[in-house]
Each structure stands twice: as structure tokens, then as C-alpha cells.
């Protein structure tokens, strides 16, 4: 027997998660970062945390207390996670598969679904990227757990919450991942109230700015709260990312501010992607194009001539269409951006 005949079969067909390129001395733009970074209140305040870095995290309770407070509900209806990605994966440990969700829409899903060797389902949305809860309901009628990713990556359009509350009525536990939700500004928060089997999944790392430290949170009635709880690892959010959503969330027009900017700038580049390409309207920090009759690649390499790095995406499994994900950075990103298009 050789070391590799012990890998478990299922994951020799497991192809992982490739992130957007960063490459020195180029503007990346294909990521979904907010490249306004942080508040400088949290830059300063980590400064003079670092030496403390010797201690475990233990400011958990600390954390959703401000997270609660923010997101308006009661502290024991929150749940930490090392990032997004580690509250899909337990989301999908604590919960029964089969799991399903919409396509084109986040790849971590089947990622996870693949690497825990659940079945996955896969329920293509419309032409137009739309959702029709009708559909989906068919195609999943036999899933125990479903992801609605609402702004959705990486399309940047939204489920309404109407259609939300449809599949919600299943009774299935359903996962509204809301990463983009400070784009958007709409939630559907509202239906735990009604719905217990609604979980609602958010992040630090869009429009607060820190991607790189890896803060992600869950709103969850308190039962399946406890169940996720469970499947988590003692300290899996570090030290600094505590003390960083705490300082955030005490600087709330800053964020604001940079959101705002984020989207002004994003409606002035749809307009001019639409001159030349087919555009998705967008509810996010970036805009999904379709660059045909270029390929996305050909689109990635021109504008790399450029010194700019866009995400090109995978050819979408019955659609049309070659699609590239354009994040808007800084307005100073964003005019190098306007003028390399100008180029190609």
C-alpha cells in the first residue's frame, strides 16, 4: 500500500478553491476587496494589541455582544467563524445533506459539499441570472440543507425576500448568505422571526475591510446556534480579528462612508463597461460582465498589459456568454481601471 491509497476516494475529485491573483505592483481588482481598507481607528488600535498576541483569543462574548448590538438581535443568537468559509463548513457539519443551491453562485458550497462527500445539488438559475423560487423548490426537493447566496457571488443580484421566505417554508434549514449585505442594505433577518430554520451567514471582510483577518458571524435561532457551536474549534477566531470587529464596530461612519463611495463609483463604471459589454446589475462591490466575443481570459490578459487583475470566471454551465468579476477598488483604483478599458 502507498500513503496515497489511504486518501479518502472522494477527495482525489475535489478541485480546490483558486483565489484572485495578487501580483506586486499591479491594482487588484479581483478579489472583492474593499480597498479602502479599515477603519484607522482599527489600525491603531491593533498596534498597541499586538504584543498581546500571546494570549488565546477570548473575547468571543465581547464580540457578539457588538456584533448583536449592530445586527439587532440577542447575543445568543450569534455564532463566530474563521471567515465565511468556516461557517459553511459548519453549517454543513452540524446540519444533514443533501445540500443544495442556486449556480452560478459561491464555489466554496460544493467545495464543502465535496470535501465532507455530501451529495450536492445544483439548481441553475435563470438566463438572466434571476431566481424563481418555484424552480428552485423542484430542483431541490429532496436537499435537507440550502445556500441562497442573496447579494449574489458572483452575479451581484439579489433574491428578494419574498422568494427567500417561499423556500424558507419548506421547512429545511436554510442559509442566506449575506456577505454583500452592507451593499444592499435589504436582509432577511426579519424571518428567524417566523422561521427557525432560516440562518442568516455575514462577514467583516467586504465592507468593513478586513478580509485579512478573517471574521466571519452567523444569526441563527438559538437552537441551531447551539448546534454550530458544537462543531467549532475553541479558537478558530484570532485574537486580532476579535479586537479588530470589536474597534470596527464602534466606527460605523466609516464604513458607511467608504460603502457609499464604493457604490457611487461602481454605477460610473457599470456605465461605461455597458458601452462595450453586457453587464449584470450589481447590489455588491463588483460587477459581473460579459466580455464576448472576447474570451474571459483574453479580457484578464489584455487588461493585464494594464497592470489591472480582474477575476475571470469559468465557463457558467448553460449559459452564454464569457464572463469576467470586476471589483471596484478606491476611486484612485477605479480611474486607472476606467482608463485601461478605454485600451482594450
Same mark, same amino acid.
Given at each position: 500500500?502507498?500513503?496515497?491509497?489511504? %486518501?479518502?476516494?472522494?477527495?482525489?475529485?475535489?478541485?480546490?478553491?483558486?483565489?484572485?491573483?495578487? %501580483?506586486?505592483?499591479?491594482?487588484?481588482?479581483?478579489?472583492?476587496?474593499?480597498?479602502?481598507?479599515?477603519?484607522?481607528?482599527?489600525?491603531?488600535?491593533?498596534?498597541?494589541?499586538?504584543?498581546?498576541?500571546?494570549?488565546?483569543?477570548?473575547?468571543?462574548? #465581547?464580540?457578539?455582544?457588538?456584533?448583536?448590538?449592530?445586527?439587532?438581535?440577542?447575543?445568543?443568537?450569534?455564532?463566530?467563524?474563521?471567515? $465565511?468559509?468556516?461557517?459553511?463548513?459548519?453549517? &454543513?457539519?452540524?446540519?444533514?445533506?443533501?445540500?443544495?443551491?442556486?449556480?452560478?453562485?459561491?464555489?466554496?458550497?460544493?467545495?464543502?459539499?465535496? &470535501?465532507?462527500?455530501?451529495?450536492?445539488? $445544483?439548481?441553475?438559475?435563470?438566463?438572466?441570472?434571476?431566481?424563481? #423560487?418555484?424552480?428552485?423548490?423542484?430542483?431541490?426537493?429532496?436537499?435537507?440543507?440550502?445556500?441562497?447566496?442573496?447579494?449574489?457571488?458572483?452575479?451581484?443580484?439579489?433574491?428578494?425576500?419574498?422568494?427567500?421566505?417561499?423556500?424558507?417554508?419548506?421547512?429545511?434549514?436554510?442559509?442566506?448568505?449575506?456577505?454583500?449585505?452592507?451593499?444592499?442594505?435589504?436582509?432577511?433577518? #426579519?424571518?428567524?422571526?417566523?422561521?427557525?430554520?432560516?440562518?442568516?451567514?455575514?462577514?467583516?471582510?467586504?465592507?468593513?475591510?478586513?478580509?485579512?483577518?478573517?471574521?466571519?458571524?452567523? %444569526?441563527?435561532?438559538?437552537?441551531?446556534?447551539?448546534?454550530?457551536?458544537?462543531?467549532?474549534?475553541?479558537?478558530?477566531?484570532?485574537?486580532?480579528?476579535?479586537?479588530?470587529?470589536?474597534?470596527?464596530?464602534?466606527?460605523?461612519?466609516?464604513?458607511?462612508?467608504?460603502? $457609499?463611495?464604493?457604490?457611487?463609483?461602481?454605477?460610473?463604471?457599470?456605465?461605461?463597461?455597458?458601452?462595450?459589454?453586457?453587464?449584470?446589475?450589481?447590489?455588491?462591490?463588483?460587477?459581473?460582465?460579459?466580455?464576448?466575443?472576447?474570451?474571459?481570459?483574453?479580457?484578464?490578459?489584455?487588461?493585464?498589459?494594464?497592470?489591472?487583475?480582474?477575476?475571470?470566471?469559468?465557463?457558467?454551465?448553460?449559459?452564454?456568454?464569457?464572463?469576467?468579476? %470586476?471589483?471596484?477598488?478606491?476611486?484612485?483604483?477605479?480611474?486607472?481601471?476606467?482608463?485601461?478599458? $478605454?485600451?482594450?
Amino acid at each position: 500500500m502507498k500513503p496515497t491509497d489511504y %486518501i479518502n476516494e472522494w477527495v482525489n475529485r475535489i478541485t480546490p478553491y483558486s483565489p484572485g491573483k495578487t %501580483i506586486d505592483g499591479m491594482t487588484k481588482l479581483a478579489s472583492n476587496e474593499n480597498s479602502y481598507g479599515p477603519s484607522p481607528k482599527v489600525i491603531a488600535g491593533l498596534r498597541e494589541k499586538i504584543p498581546e498576541v500571546f494570549r488565546y483569543p477570548h473575547k468571543n462574548l #465581547h464580540v457578539k455582544e457588538k456584533l448583536s448590538e449592530y445586527c439587532r438581535v440577542k447575543p445568543e443568537n450569534i455564532v463566530l467563524s474563521n471567515g $465565511s468559509d468556516e461557517m459553511i463548513e459548519l453549517i &454543513i457539519k452540524a446540519f444533514k445533506g443533501p445540500i443544495a443551491s442556486i449556480y452560478p453562485s459561491f464555489v466554496s458550497y460544493p467545495i464543502y459539499a465535496q &470535501i465532507y462527500n455530501r451529495e450536492y445539488i $445544483s439548481s441553475s438559475l435563470n438566463q438572466d441570472f434571476s431566481f424563481d #423560487h418555484r424552480k428552485f423548490i423542484k430542483d431541490a426537493w429532496k436537499a435537507n440543507l440550502m445556500f441562497l447566496c442573496s447579494p449574489n457571488n458572483p452575479t451581484g443580484k439579489v433574491i428578494d425576500v419574498a422568494d427567500i421566505e417561499e423556500v424558507a417554508q419548506t421547512g429545511k434549514i436554510v442559509v442566506v448568505d449575506e456577505a454583500y449585505f452592507e451593499f444592499y442594505g435589504t436582509t432577511a433577518k #426579519h424571518l428567524l422571526l417566523q422561521y427557525p430554520n432560516v440562518i442568516i451567514m455575514r462577514t467583516m471582510a467586504k465592507a468593513f475591510g478586513l478580509a485579512g483577518l478573517r471574521m466571519g458571524y452567523a %444569526i441563527a435561532d438559538p437552537e441551531l446556534a447551539e448546534a454550530l457551536k458544537k462543531v467549532r474549534g475553541p479558537f478558530t477566531t484570532n485574537y486580532l480579528a476579535q479586537e479588530a470587529t470589536i474597534l470596527a464596530l464602534k466606527d460605523l461612519d466609516y464604513m458607511k462612508k467608504s460603502v $457609499s463611495r464604493i457604490i457611487t463609483d461602481r454605477k460610473a463604471i457599470e456605465k461605461r463597461l455597458a458601452e462595450k459589454y453586457k453587464i449584470t446589475p450589481s447590489y455588491t462591490n463588483f460587477i459581473l460582465a460579459d466580455v464576448s466575443p472576447m474570451s474571459s481570459k483574453e479580457f484578464f490578459d489584455r487588461m493585464l498589459e494594464q497592470k489591472i487583475v480582474v477575476r475571470p470566471q469559468p465557463k457558467f454551465n448553460g449559459f452564454e456568454g464569457n464572463y469576467v468579476r %470586476i471589483t471596484v477598488g478606491t476611486s484612485e483604483e477605479n480611474f486607472l481601471l476606467l482608463d485601461a478599458l $478605454s485600451k482594450v
